[in-house]
């Protein structure tokens, strides 16, 4: 299920009638007299937790909106390709509750309906919307996007325009998710445009996710204006989209962006230059390989491996020495996707770096890259004095293949005083006599 609608259907067990916004209400009345009518219900053996032979039998029976409700939530654990063959057809016997006069009754058995993708719902859940509580909007919304019915395009155009923000912006995620099917998908996407000048900011990001979708260059005027917004979620929001929409005019806003901005929309901006293939973006994404945050290193040297520029090089190699191990093991991957022939005696004298992390990578690199003029360097790095120049050295030169490292493998495997730098030149050898490996 959803995670939109898991948390929307959660909503509806509660009454209260006030607009929700989308921080978390906390409403501890409403919640404990929730939680005591469904602990007076009598529990069911947890073998019958999801029988439908057992459970159906008891909705009918149910009378009050409180056992409904507990009935229907011990259905939601039901997959209906596990009903055994014979037992009563749960999607029938849920579909009348739809119609409950009770609100949270009929919201909890929409949302039933749409996890078992029953289309026939959809009216109900379109009736829904019309209620006074916003929670149960919320929840119909949330339905009508898990079935990803076209015919449901309607509803949620007039859901982008409800009065709770809330039901609004789960509108709009919706309608971002069904505009490549819908049969109208402008009139969607003039829907989402109109709301990236929506008063509420969650609403604003909302509408700019769903154009990452199904947006066009038209829709990138707007969402660049959203990278001036005062809320930081916008703005992330507007620059990832920004990526998926690949339009050149995005590149010089998304780098006015990254200054000053918070981690999130930071990390937005990186990523889509990235996306953007963005080459004006190369110096300060190479200055962000030395930011204090790890995060923003290492979506700077992916954004980096994306644009392919191979002036950044030099910059990627001395990222080798980043105390974090994780930007570490990325960074041979970012320099063979770089690699140019041009490039081997930069990285045969990079084997002869200070720091061994920047030779282990260099040796690694050259053997991703398939670089096999480097096999003679590859050779002398087996002598190294730190291991994992050693171990990286014999792992390219299983990549690379060539009689002449089989003797100095042999050599390692033989006489090296660190395992793991033994097991990788034996495995080296392993993959020269049957390539196949």
Known sequence: MPRARREATSKTTTRAGREPTLTRAVRPLALLLSLAAFACEPSLPPENQANPTVLIPRLAQARTADQQLATLDSLSGLALMDVPSGAPDPVAAVRPFLESRDPVVAAKAGDLLAHWNDRAAMPGLTRLLGEKDPWIRLSAVASLQALSDPRAAGALLR??????????????????????????????????????????????????EGLARVGKGEDAPALIALLEDREPGVVGAAAQTLGA????????????????????????????????????????????????????????????????????????????????????????????????????DLFLSTLKDPDPRVRAAAAAALGLADERRAAAGLVGALDDPDRRVRRSAADALGELGGAEAVPALRRVVRDDSDIEVRNAAWFALLRLMNPNL
């Open 245 to 344: 929409l690949d339009d050149p005019r995005a590149i010089d806003p998304l780098l006015s962006t990254l200054a000053g901005a918070d981690q999130g929309t930071r990390l937005a901006t990186i990523r889509a230059l990235g996306t953007l293939s963005a080459h004006a973006a190369v110096r300060p994404l190479l200055e962000l390989l030395r930011d204090r945050d790890p995060v923003m290193r290492l979506a700077a040297l992916d954004a980096l491996r994306r644009i392919g520029d191979r002036s950044a090089v030099p910059g990627i190699l001395r990222a080798a020495g980043d105390p974090d191990a994780r930007l570490v093991h990325r960074v041979p991957r970012a320099l063979a996707k770089l690699y140019d022939p041009s490039d081997l």
């Open 159 to 208: 859901a982008a325009d409800d009065p709770a923000p809330a039901v609004r912006a789960q509108a709009c995620t919706a309608l971002g998710e069904l505009a490549r099917r819908a049969p109208d998908p402008a009139a969607l996407r003039a829907a989402l445009r109109g709301r990236l000048s929506d008063h509420e900011g969650a609403v604003r990001a909302a509408a700019a």
